[in-house]
């Protein structure tokens, strides 16, 4: 009896052991995880010395952001006239003249024996706008559309050869020529053939927009002056379609907005805005979505800074740095998250849900257990 009592005491002495070392490895030690809880993350709020402002995102509030402005003002540029109706290109300095004169007389001053033509290649509009025309000297056609300067050629022409006629092709040079620098299939300069071409006309020679530019955007710069506007606005409104000059440079890129994603989402990542205008709701969805199992719909966060300049204003922010909360669970989060307008360079944050850490722990307690159980049998 002494030996049976003897082995039932070791052995509840050997549990009480495993069971106590199991207490103790789950106290000494941290469990893993891939987000802070929002407990955390707005640990401090409420201190007169808090390092940032916490606002909870509610209908209410909605049109106070507003006033607040944006994180990173962006400078306003203005945009070209509306388009007019394209015309005849008018010749310009550096522009290229190639003529072929005909001429029916038996002994003509300007084409060989035989034959009823002569080339002249290479004539190039100088910066006075003329052209030096053999046996004739210079003549003017600068500002002249095609036609009109081939008939002041001809007209000439007829002082010295009575039946010159004169057909005239012209290589557009630098004045009548657009470069169009990337974002499209075949980047390159273009002649412009036309007078007030619209810009839509150039996209389209060009092969049409890269599909894979986030929200894109048309840049002109013209002399010292930069225009910038989205493609969606040139495409749709008619006024936005801007008719283009000779010089122009035209660059389409992606939106160089973006936004941080980080914590318990679907993906972390640096991610581009897709249109004029990303609400906090779609941006969860653009982040992937909540990871179902780890994260907590009552804490997804928006953190922004503010410049001072704003800070400092009667209807400014309250804080430079300001963490806007949002709660998924409720219809009216719901609402407010889509109405909630994101700014470049703000920062998203899925929270992990609280139960999770603790349902951790109660696994690892458990499989510990199991181990204890399975080591006190022996």
């Not at 390092?51 to 909605?62: G, H, K, T």
């Not at 609400?279 to 997804?300: E, F, Q, Y």
Request: with cysteine.
């Amino acid at each position: 009896m002494r030996n049976k009592g003897a082995d039932m005491a070791a052995a509840v002495s050997r549990r009480n052991f495993i069971l106590g070392c199991t207490a103790f490895s789950i106290s000494g030690c941290a469990v893993p995880r891939g987000a802070p809880s929002k407990r955390e993350m707005v640990a401090g709020a409420d201190a007169t010395d808090a390092d940032f402002a916490l606002e909870i995102v509610s209908r209410d509030r909605l049109p106070l952001y507003a006033n607040w402005g944006h994180s990173r003002p962006s400078r306003p540029t203005s945009w070209p006239a509306s388009a007019a109706v394209p015309q005849d290109q008018r010749l310009a300095p550096g522009d290229i003249l190639a003529l072929r004169i005909w001429d029916a007389e038996e002994s003509s001053l300007i084409t060989p024996a035989d034959e009823r033509f002569s080339d002249i290649a290479n004539l190039t509009v100088d910066s006075s706008g003329h052209v030096s025309l053999p046996f004739v000297g210079e003549v003017h056609v600068g500002g002249l559309t095609v036609n009109s300067a081939r008939q002041r050629l001809q007209s000439e022409l007829v002082s010295i050869i009575p039946s010159a006629q004169v057909q005239v092709e012209v290589r557009q040079g630098r004045r009548n020529s657009v470069d169009i620098l990337g974002g499209v299939a075949n980047p390159g300069t273009y002649p412009l053939s036309e007078r007030n071409l619209p810009i839509s006309s150039l996209i389209s020679t060009a092969g049409g927009v890269d599909s894979a530019l986030n929200n894109a955007q048309v840049q002109i710069t013209r002399a010292s002056n930069v225009y910038r506007r989205p493609l969606a606005d040139v495409l749709t409104i008619p006024a936005a379609d801007v008719p283009l000059q000779g010089g122009d440079r035209v660059l389409i890129e992606a939106d160089p907005r973006s936004f941080t994603v980080v914590g318990a989402a679907g993906r972390e990542d640096v991610i581009g805005f897709d249109a004029e205008t990303v609400s906090a709701l779609r941006a969860v969805s653009r982040m992937g979505g909540m990871a179902d199992t780890r994260a907590d719909p009552r804490g997804i966060l928006v953190l922004r800074r503010y410049p001072d300049a704003i800070v400092s204003q009667p209807n400014g922010p309250p804080h430079p740095r300001v963490v806007f909360s949002f709660d998924l669970t409720a219809a009216s989060g719901m609402f407010s998250a889509d109405d909630f307008e994101l700014q470049d360079r703000d920062i998203l944050v899925a929270t992990q849900a609280p139960a999770l850490t603790t349902q951790r722990v109660l696994a690892l307690f458990g499989s510990l257990l199991s181990f204890g159980r399975a080591a006190g049998s022996f």
